[in-house]
């Protein structure tokens, strides 16, 4: 089945130094690939979808590349802010599955001074 | 834009208890979900319905049971609440089945004792 594998639990970076949060999957189709953002007490929002044309996805300085022969679809900004420190989930919608989207376990970003 | 409630915010029930969160949505979307969130775990589906009085169980429906009876709302009922089930639960929707871009409530709290 489909799976969503991501950096594991708190990623801790001193703020103006590049962010890089990493996600792989597995897939039986060609899938969507996504990363959500929730900051703390807020519900979950999306902060990126991938293009079925290659285009790079970006948002609030963030951006990710999907790339089929990796499965990868990795998280990256070029300097943190104090303000990006929130938990962020990869997914993936197989196109197969009617509708149902499948979220690796989360990584924790948190940004200090 | 829309919006999604749920109801009520925080659930302190007694184990064994049978216990029932509310989702309301007003963006008129045909698809809408039911999501747990464990800390370390990811969001994990419990059950989702892609229109009125449809229901599809995802990876972790067992002890749980949802309704859809009208389009704009959808229950989730834990039957018999247990100790480790104390988690928030996230009530999401979609309009395009395809695309997986999900909108979420603010969570429900639950706390069995």
């Known amino acids: 089945g489909d799976s969503v594998t991501q950096t594991e639990g708190l990623v801790t970076l001193t703020e103006g130094l590049p962010v890089m949060l990493n996600c792989t999957y597995q897939?039986?189709?060609?899938?969507?690939l996504f990363w959500y953002v929730q900051h703390l007490n807020e519900a979950p929002k999306l902060l990126l979808k991938?293009?079925?044309?290659?285009k790079r996805p970006e948002h609030q300085g963030f951006h990710a590349t999907l790339h089929k022969s990796s499965s990868s679809f990795h998280l990256q900004k070029s300097s943190a802010q104090l303000s990006d420190s929130a938990l962020y989930y990869c997914?993936?919608?197989?196109?197969?599955?009617?509708?149902?989207?499948?979220f690796g376990k989360g990584t924790k970003l948190s940004v200090k001074s | 834009g829309g919006i999604i409630t749920q109801t009520p915010k925080f659930l302190i029930g007694q184990e064994g208890q049978k216990l029932t969160l509310k989702c309301q949505q007003n963006?008129?979307?045909?698809?809408m979900y039911w999501y747990r969130q464990d800390s370390g775990k990811g969001l994990r589906l419990i059950y989702y319905?892609?229109?009125?009085?449809?229901?599809q169980k995802g990876d972790l429906s067992e002890g749980y049971d949802a309704s859809r009876e009208k389009k704009s709302s959808f229950s989730l009922t834990v039957t018999s609440a247990q100790k480790n089930e104390m988690a928030v639960f996230l009530c999401?929707?979609?309009?395009?089945?395809?695309?997986?871009?999900?909108?979420f409530g603010e969570g429900s709290k639950l706390t069995v004792l």
């Open positions: 991938s293009f079925t044309d290659n």
């Open positions: 999401a929707s979609s309009m395009d089945r395809d695309t997986g871009q999900l909108y």
């Open positions: 897939s039986t189709y060609s899938p969507f």
């Open positions: 997914a993936l919608s197989d196109r197969g599955s009617n509708a149902k989207l499948t």
């Open positions: 963006f008129n979307h045909d698809t």
């Open positions: 319905s892609i229109t009125e009085n449809d229901l």
